[in-house]
T-cell receptor, first 112, second 113 residues
Framework: DAKTTQPNSMESNEEEPVHLPCNHS???????IHWYRQLPSQGPEYVIH???SNVNNRMASLAIAEDRKSSTLILHRATLRDAAVYYC?????????????FGKGTRLSVIA | EAQVTQNPRYLITVTGKKLTVTCSQN?????MSWYRQDPGLGLRQIYY???????DKGDVPEGYKVSRKEKRNFPLILESPSPNQTSLYFC????????????FGPGTRLTVL
């Protein structure tokens, strides 16, 4: 899997939008961009994934740069329950049989 | 509710005493795997299984065994635990070839004294 780079930590106020960046300059044309998060004392949780177009689901939005060398996970209104470590991972489509390679991720703190 | 369950959630044991951590999923997923998470090292895959009776080594299989006799269960066995196996363990499942999202269990914190 290609490498991703994320800031170590970010901070947000409650009910404000949060933009979590991820750089993946060596991404290949067949790599999907996945985001997982890990809340304190819990297992990782799938958030969203995309290939080229921006994606929205009930948890978040994913904005992908036109050259695909970077992406941004957007939480539209951060809540205290969104405080977690967020991981950006590149994966080939249908690579469910290979391990997810988690980097260090971004630790998001949400301030009330 | 679709979920992956693990038991026990917490375990303290002594060196050499065989133990089993159970993992079960109710989503009829083909693929299951075990990870361990250690500070500074992230999540590393121990073993995985693509279907019943099919298992294979991940990145850090030494000291562990697994079995997949039924589709829903994938126990992790430590025949002779050692202190370097003190870690946080996660079981995960996914549909496999036709789907990519992995669903993780809540974790088992193991301490080997």
């Amino acid at each position: 899997d290609a490498k991703t780079t994320q800031p170590n930590s970010m901070e947000s106020n409650e009910e404000e939008p949060v933009h979590l960046p991820c750089n993946h300059s060596t991404i290949s044309g067949t790599d999907y961009i996945h985001w997982y998060r890990q809340l304190p004392s819990q297992g990782p949780e799938y958030v969203i994934h995309g290939l080229t177009s921006n994606v929205n689901n009930r948890m978040a939005s994913l904005a992908i740069a036109e050259d695909r060398k970077s992406s941004t996970l957007i939480l539209h209104r951060a809540t205290l329950r969104d405080a977690a470590v967020y991981y950006c991972i590149l994966r080939l489509r249908n690579s469910g049989n290979t391990p997810l390679v988690f980097g260090k991720g971004t630790r998001l703190s949400v301030i009330a | 509710e679709a979920q992956v369950t693990q038991n026990p959630r917490y375990l303290i044991t002594v060196t050499g005493k065989k133990l089993t951590v159970t993992c079960s999923q109710n989503m009829n997923h083909e693929y299951m795997s075990w990870y361990r998470q250690d500070p500074g090292l992230g999540l590393r895959q121990i073993y995985y299984s693509m279907n019943v009776e099919v298992t294979d080594k991940g990145d850090v299989p030494e000291g562990y065994k697994v079995s997949r006799k039924e589709k829903r269960n994938f126990p992790l066995i430590l025949e002779s635990p050692s202190p370097n196996q003190t870690s946080l363990y996660f079981c995960a499942s996914s549909p496999g070839l036709v789907g990519d999202t992995q669903y993780f269990g809540p974790g088992t914190r193991l301490t080997v004294l």
